[in-house]
T-cell receptor, first 115, second 116 residues
Framework: AQKVTQAQTEISVVEKEDVTLDCVYE???????LFWYKQPPSGELVFLIR??????QNEISGRYSWNFQKSTSSFNFTITASQVVDSAVYFC????????????FGQGTRLTINP | GAVVSQHPSRVICKSGTSVKIECRSL??????MFWYRQFPKKSLMLMAT?????????EQGVEKDKFLINHASLTLSTLTVTSAHPEDSSFYIC????????????FGPGTRLLVL
């Protein structure tokens, strides 16, 4: 069975600090996708990134970066120079490429950036 | 980018009534649509998966007769909460996969349901 664990329930930092959100996953599939979504207070899920299991290159997009380590089944998300607008709940998710293709979400990490 | 809309965004109803929530893919054809439920400060839980023109596949523990799902076209799926009760109050989110680009799911803005 697939499982996504986000051990950090809540994180609170001061603006401009760097923060890393952890994500560990479990799957028996050899081919799968990993995702990060942002859910601001409005509730709408905002897609941030999709990573294929066969592509272990790390990715950077502005202040956001992702570290995919297949050996440790982790897909961590780092925000550098955090801003108040980054405050939201962040979800890591996993989906197998074949089979049922269901998107399985982690429990979410509530990130609060204080001015 | 792909846009998914939901209507209504918020609904308050009396216990015992039925509520219909619409999910539309505005600028793409959605081969598969998903319905999720999210309780406050909790994660998203998949309720059912629907493919256009066929019956929805419900997750274990989700009552089919309670949550009726219809996926009549490639751009529209509806969720009807029948005989709603206060415990059905939740945030309902739909999601859609684009035909030919099934790697990514796009989410609607969600519908907040409050049953009095």
């Amino acid at each position: 069975a697939q499982k996504v664990t986000q051990a950090q329930t809540e994180i609170s930092v001061v603006e401009k600090e760097d923060v890393t959100l952890d994500c560990v996953y479990e799957t028996r599939d050899t081919t799968y996708y990993l995702f990060w979504y942002k859910q601001p207070p409005s509730g709408e899920l905002v897609f941030l990134i999709r990573r294929n299991s066969f592509d272990e290159q790390n990715e950077i997009s502005g202040r956001y970066s992702w570290n995919f380590q297949k050996s440790t089944s982790s897909f961590n998300f780092t925000i550098t120079a955090s801003q108040v607008v980054d405050s939201a709940v962040y979800f890591c998710a996993l989906r197998d490429r074949f089979g049922a293709q269901k998107l399985v979400f982690g429990q979410g990490t509530r990130l609060t950036i204080n001015p | 980018g792909a846009v998914v809309s939901q209507h209504p965004s918020r609904v308050i109803c009396k216990s015992g009534t039925s509520v219909k929530i619409e999910c539309r893919s505005l600028d793409f054809q959605a081969t598969t649509m998903f319905w999720y439920r999210q309780f406050p400060k909790k994660s998203l839980m998949l309720m059912a998966t629907s493919n256009e023109g066929s019956k929805a596949t419900y997750e274990q523990g989700v009552e089919k007769d309670k949550f009726l799902i219809n996926h009549a076209s490639l751009t529209l799926s509806t969720l009807t909460v029948t005989s709603a009760h206060p415990e059905d109050s939740s945030f309902y989110i739909c999601s859609a996969r684009e035909r030919g680009r099934e790697e990514t799911q796009y989410f609607g803005p969600g519908t907040r349901l409050l049953v009095l």
